[in-house]
Structure formats: structure tokens, C-alpha cells
């Protein structure tokens, strides 16, 4: 995920409106709005596995000024997968370091284990570098959503 800040020469009304209103007039993107959060997504038919998405926060200085939090994630899917699995691969990493303990307490051989544990390093490697190549694949997809924003916003 990457977050950054940006500063908006509008007020937070009028970014928003001009968010609102860029979802009718075009087709590229769908936009959505809660409150005085945008969400800019990929449509349905043109996103992959590790297509983004674009949230962003409108947050106001004063009357003529506004804030802008924008944050570029996976969709939620791809998200509670990578945690998941993740979350799978410490469980199991885990388990094998207290079967390694308990059979080394008991004088018996534990390479098993270790190797298991290892192993649950390497997946847990692989994941990550998984994740980091689908981030590379989606980098035109986050480019695109980048520009129609700024479009949009001025």
C-alpha cells in the first residue's frame, strides 16, 4: 500500500462534487462516495487478480483549501488472502518449532522439524515477493488511477 498527501487548491465540497460528478461522464473508472471518502476502482471487466484500487480522504484546511489522503491498495480479496495465508504459514511455523522442542526435551531427533520450519520461512519469503511482483503488475493500473484523479480534481 502506498499512501501520500496531497493539497488541494478547492474546497473539500467542491473536490468531492467534482469526484461525484466525474462518475456520470465517464466509463474508464467507477467511483464511489461516502461521506468524505472517495473510492476509485477498476471496472469489473478490465481488472485482474492484483488490480488496485485508489481510496482517497478529503480532508478540509479552511474554505478554500482541502486535503487529500490517497492511498493505493489491493482489493479487499487479494488482501484477506495474502493475511490468510500469512497468517497459515506463522500457525505452522509455530506448531513445527514446538514439535522440534518437545522431541529435542525428549532426546529425540527433531531435523524434521526444523526443516519444516525452514520451509514455512521460505513460503513466507515466497508470499512476499508474490505480493511485491503483483504490486509491479498492477503499477499501470496505479498510474491511471493517479491521472484520472488529478485530472478530476483540477
Not at 18 to 23: G, L, M, N, V
Request: net charge neutral; hydrophobic share 45%.
Amino acid at each position: 500500500m502506498t499512501s501520500v498527501s496531497y493539497r488541494a487548491s478547492a474546497s473539500s465540497e467542491t473536490v468531492l462534487n467534482r469526484q461525484e460528478a466525474s462518475k456520470k461522464s465517464q466509463e474508464d473508472f467507477v467511483v464511489s462516495r461516502i461521506d468524505q471518502y472517495v473510492f476509485i476502482l477498476i471496472p469489473k471487466h478490465k481488472q485482474h487478480f492484483w488490480s488496485p484500487q485508489l481510496h482517497l480522504e478529503v480532508d478540509e484546511i479552511d474554505t478554500l483549501n482541502c486535503l487529500l489522503h490517497r492511498l493505493f491498495e489491493p482489493s479487499p480479496t487479494v488482501w484477506t488472502l495474502f493475511m490468510f495465508l500469512h497468517f497459515i504459514v506463522a500457525c505452522l511455523f509455530i506448531g513445527f518449532g514446538v514439535w522440534a522442542y518437545s522431541n529435542a526435551a525428549l532426546d529425540n531427533s527433531y531435523t524434521i522439524q526444523i526443516a519444516r520450519m525452514f520451509f514455512m520461512v521460505l513460503v513466507c519469503f515466497s508470499l512476499y515477493f508474490g505480493g511485491r511482483c503483483g504490486k509491479a503488475t498492477g503499477k499501470q493500473e496505479m498510474i491511471a488511477l493517479y491521472e484520472f484523479m488529478k485530472e478530476t480534481i483540477n
